[in-house]
């Protein structure tokens, strides 16, 4: 053991020799090379050097820099660009730059001229997969819903064809006809429900196909949006009344008459889950279920509104009317940032995750960039012409794909930089399990907010405020009474219970009230 001990004892030594040896070695190399740099300069004595500590060795300011390129070298692999490069990355990462966008070489070429076929040819096989086309002539023009994962699309024919898939596999969930005319289309929570805005009613499907619901109450919608965070379900019909049906208990939680004729055009800010109506006088009305009327009113057009859009910040809502003019507003000032003019209305708009925004107008669906930063928009960014008249039309979440449903089927088109690629599997999961599927509902549920919490301003803020604002109880003291004291009491309210019967007025019109005056 002593042996091992000792033995020890002189590999340290000769270790901390070895490190003596290179410090001594690198303060005379670094010394020569200043005394050199110093010579050239000719003001060897005038100047001063800072020096700093490295493993004992005192090296001054400008080896210690050319030291520090060496080893950053060394870990990037020999190539001392490579940091610059990495740096160059992550700040072109952070700053967003115009990322999947497409962009020409020359000015005299323009992307609306660009068509789907040389995209398809651009991009990779699976990429390339994502632009098809349904051919369905007998039961358009079809209505069209992605769900909020943006895996999973359900088709409505205006005849009665319905049919739900998963999009990107070509997977099949179920397909029929409901023999009556379907006006919209929409996914509810999850993807194992979907409802449908029919003639008679509003009818729950499940991806089976299976009918479990029927609100007959609800006759004669013409449009539904669904608020995921209240569970809510907003239907317009063409008497002009408004309905929120709660999802989670399968009641109404309030129904408004607008008194505003006909609701065919509607959306909803994903930021207040504030409900937005077209109407034909060219304004736009915003509503809660808590409130009766209007939470505010806008003049945009001088001819009826055809079609809203709002943003996901929730900041800008896009209208366009029968006036041929597509406009921008500025939902915080109420004020219009741009003004296009368009070859005619447009039935159908909708705003994609990175602020893209499509037109679908007769046969020819436009999509415009930058709509909310510019004045006017000169030329589209992309153009295509559909087989027949466009429906409805809308951006998949999270995918560089726009869907379109017109009078011959379906049709999905390649936007590329149009969808978010980041994606945050805690709110939306497109690869949920089934498990992960069931505690996802369970957690919605309990997380689910109030319809009282709708509205344009921040209604936690105020409770929160109110409630604190509360001033403290004072708690009196309670005095015990004897018996001459309550018997004193008892008079005391016979008496007054007296006086209020003598001046009370009797109605003529009662008959009793005559007939206790005789």
Not at 224 to 242: D, I, Q, R, S, W
Request: overall charge positive.
């Amino acid at each position: 053991m002593s042996e091992q001990k000792s033995s020890a004892k002189d590999l340290d030594l000769e270790k901390k020799n070895k490190r003596k040896k290179r410090t001594k070695n690198a303060k005379r190399y670094y010394d020569d090379k200043d005394q050199k740099d110093e010579k050239d300069d000719g003001d060897a004595s005038k100047q001063k050097t800072e020096t700093f500590t490295v493993d004992g060795a005192d090296v001054s300011r400008r080896r210690l820099a050319k030291w520090k390129k060496r080893r950053m070298a060394k870990i990037d692999g020999g190539d001392p660009s490579r940091s610059k490069v990495a740096k160059q990355q992550k700040t072109a990462f952070e700053h967003g730059e115009e990322a999947g966008y497409v962009e020409f070489e020359s000015d005299e070429e323009h992307d609306s001229r660009l068509s789907q076929t040389d995209i398809v040819d651009a991009v990779d096989v699976t990429s390339a997969t994502k632009h098809f086309d349904l051919s369905l002539k007998d039961f358009g023009p079809y209505y069209i819903d992605y769900n909020r994962s943006g895996r999973h699309l359900v088709l409505g024919g205006k005849r009665g064809h319905m049919a739900a898939f998963d999009w990107q596999t070509k997977k099949l969930h179920c397909e029929f006809n409901a023999l009556e005319t379907v006006n919209s289309v929409k996914w509810l929570h999850q993807e194992t429900l979907l409802a449908a805005a029919q003639r008679s009613g509003v009818y729950v499907y499940d991806n089976q196909g299976v009918e479990i619901h029927v609100l007959q109450q609800l006759d004669a919608v013409l449009r539904m949006e669904f608020l995921p965070y209240h569970m809510l379900l907003v239907t317009a019909n063409e008497k002009g009344f408004l309905g929120y049906t709660d999802v989670s208990m399968g009641t109404r939680a309030a129904s408004i008459c607008t008194g505003l004729g006909r609701l065919d055009v509607m959306t909803h800010n994903p930021q207040n889950a504030v409900v937005l109506l077209g109407h034909a006088p060219g304004t736009v009305t915003m509503w809660t279920p808590t409130t009766k009327g209007p939470v505010m009113k806008m003049l945009c057009h001088k001819a009826p509104v055809s079609a809203l859009a709002v943003d996901s910040t929730g900041n800008y809502v896009a209208t366009s009317g029968v006036d041929r003019r597509l406009k921008v507003f500025d939902l915080r000032t109420c004020q219009p940032l741009s003004t296009t003019r368009l070859t005619m209305g447009a039935s159908s708009l909708d705003f994609s995750q990175r602020g893209l925004l499509a037109a679908a107008m007769a046969t020819r669906v436009q999509v415009y960039r930058d709509v909310c930063r510019q004045t006017s928009v000169v030329s589209p960014y992309l153009s295509h012409m559909c087989g027949g008249s466009v429906q409805q039309l809308q951006f998949c979440p999270f995918e560089d794909v726009l869907g379109v449903g017109h009078q011959r089927g379906f049709t999905s088109l390649i936007v590329p930089g149009s969808g978010e690629a980041d994606i945050d599997a805690m709110e939306v999961n497109p690869y949920a399990t089934k498990k992960q599927r069931q505690n996802a509902e369970v957690k919605l549920l309990l997380d689910k907010l109030q319809p009282e919490m709708i509205g344009l301003t921040n209604w936690v803020k105020d409770l929160s405020s109110k409630s604190r604002s509360r001033p403290p109880v004072s708690k009196q003291p309670v005095k015990k009474l004897g018996k001459k004291e309550k018997e004193q009491e008892v008079r005391e309210k016979k008496r007054a219970s007296v006086k209020t019967e003598d001046k009370q007025e009797y109605d003529p019109t009662d008959v009793l009230a005559r007939f206790r005056k005789r």
